[in-house]
């Protein structure tokens, strides 16, 4: 293995590379034959597999598919990697209503044609075998891959999995169930490979892999003890949870910082509730929440 330019580059034996791309996401390269999330501009591939639908991950599918290559997605992520306004959309409003400058910048940019649904399971892409793990939790939709390529085993994690950096530098990680991503956190977990590549942060081998992940699953709760923190006596919206997680966490004049924790807060709030940390009550038919 040879790490190239402060990690920009890491090649494996078997023609295999990982690279770092736009907003700091890995692209898995395995010679001409497959590119996983690209996220620079690569050589034409027969195939890309993509993780999950948000742009700064396939944010240069297009231009490959213009050279020949097949685009996998998974099922539940295919509308959103065709037409990546349908993410923001669903976040700030159907109506969508709101300038880009605040949207975080993962959700725009434009889409691809898919041409092939990703379901569970051994699948052939570019002549190389891969299996298909669905691992819910950031996205609805999310699939982890794991690729044998080069004589080494790869778990493509996505944004299941972040490094520590990642996971140090942000106070709430945008997801959508909390309690899936721990559950996907599990499955991953148990599997057998030789090395992760996570969505962002350094790939590792299977060894200190186990730590990430561990590290990733600490993550998520600490998570849930801060939104648990600005609970009360008295109810709380989601969006009032959120005016005060900003507040706490620095980030109150972000334009951009809103799309990330909207559905993040209140992924973590109906996580509280099925744990029983958190109260849900309907005052005049809005959702709120308070200590139990």
């Not at 090649?11 to 898995?28: E, H, M, Q």
């Not at 891969?130 to 004589?151: D, M, Q, R, S």
Request: hydrophobic share 40%; charged share 25%; with cysteine.
């Amino acid at each position: 293995m040879h790490v190239m330019s402060g990690w920009d580059c890491i090649d494996y034996s078997g023609g295999v590379r990982i690279c770092r791309g736009d907003f700091a996401v890995n692209t898995l390269v395995y010679g001409d034959r497959l590119a996983v999330d690209p996220s620079r501009v690569l050589s034409p591939v027969r195939a890309v597999l993509i993780t999950h639908g948000h742009v700064d991950h396939f944010r240069y599918a297009t231009p490959l598919r213009e050279k020949g290559a097949a685009v996998y997605a998974p099922r539940f992520c295919a509308p959103l990697v065709e037409e990546p306004r349908i993410n923001y959309m669903a976040t700030m409003g159907w109506a969508a209503g709101f300038e880009e400058r605040y949207i975080t910048p993962y959700f725009v940019g434009k889409g691809t044609r898919v041409d092939v649904l990703v379901e569970q399971g051994s699948l052939e892409a570019g002549g190389v075998h891969v299996n298909a793990i669905p691992t819910p939790g950031h996205t609805p939709g999310h699939t982890a891959y794991l690729v044998e390529a080069g004589g080494t085993v790869f778990l493509v994690a996505g944004d299941t999995v972040y490094g520590e950096e990642y996971l140090q530098d942000n106070p709430v990680l945008y997801h959508t169930d909390t309690l899936r991503w721990l559950e996907s956190l599990d499955r991953l977990e148990e599997l057998d490979f030789d090395v992760l590549v996570p969505g962002h942060g350094h790939p590792v081998e299977a060894r200190e892999a186990r730590r990430v992940i561990k590290r990733n699953r600490e993550k998520v709760r600490e998570m849930l003890s801060l939104v648990e923190s600005v609970l009360g006596e008295e109810p709380l919206s989601g969006d009032e949870v959120i005016e005060l997680l900003l507040e706490a966490t620095g980030l109150a004049r972000s334009r951009r910082a809103y799309s990330i924790y909207m559905p993040s807060v209140r992924a973590l709030l109906n996580a509280l509730t099925a744990l029983g940390r958190a109260r849900r009550n309907i005052v005049k038919g809005v959702p709120k929440w308070r200590k139990p």
